[in-house]
């Protein structure tokens, strides 16, 4: 799909309308929406969606398993989990494949902002309008209009009405 060499989009990949690329990405079996820009050294691997209108900046891995909904900030570094207790070997000694083991989910909902150098455990939702401070490591759900911070992050205050 990408004539930049130093872009790699498998041609199952499901692009929105005006998506724009920095340079060396790698997107495989995944969805991006419309009007999403995708910052450089960027990896979104298959059954990972993305939704319209957000921001993934560089050096950001996606794994499967994660669906991040529209108008979602993804700041530099931003780390995602999908299994809880990863192991390199299967039980007779052997690599693990794909059947050794079970993609656990993580959903990020609309207006979200993660913070640049944050890990975001499997098994959780950040939700909407939720910001989670640079560096935070997310172990459990944070609720919507929250901000969270820290390790493990915990939430220290709502976001104010504007309305």
């Given amino acids: 799909m990408s004539e930049n060499p130093f872009v790699v989009i498998a041609p199952d990949v499901k692009l929105g309308k005006n998506v724009r690329f920095s340079k060396f990405i790698n997107l495989y079996g995944c969805s991006i929406g419309d009007n999403t820009k995708i ?90 309008n939720a910001i989670i401070g640079a560096g935070s490591v997310v172990t459990k759900d944070v609720p919507a209009n929250a901000i969270a911070a820290g390790n493990p992050a915990r939430v220290l205050r709502r976001i104010e009405d504007k309305g």
């Fill in 39 to 128: 910052g450089a050294f960027v990896e979104i691997q298959k059954n990972a969606h993305v939704g319209a209108n957000c921001k993934i900046s560089s050096h950001t891995f996606i794994c499967e398993g994660v669906t991040i909904e529209d108008d979602v900030f993804v700041g530099h570094n931003v780390a995602f989990i999908n299994d809880t207790y990863p192991r390199a070997t299967a039980e007779g000694g052997a690599l693990q494949t794909e059947a050794d083991w079970k993609v656990e989910y993580t959903r990020v909902k609309r207006g979200a902002s993660i913070g640049s150098g944050s890990t975001i455990l499997a098994n959780l939702s950040i939700g909407e």
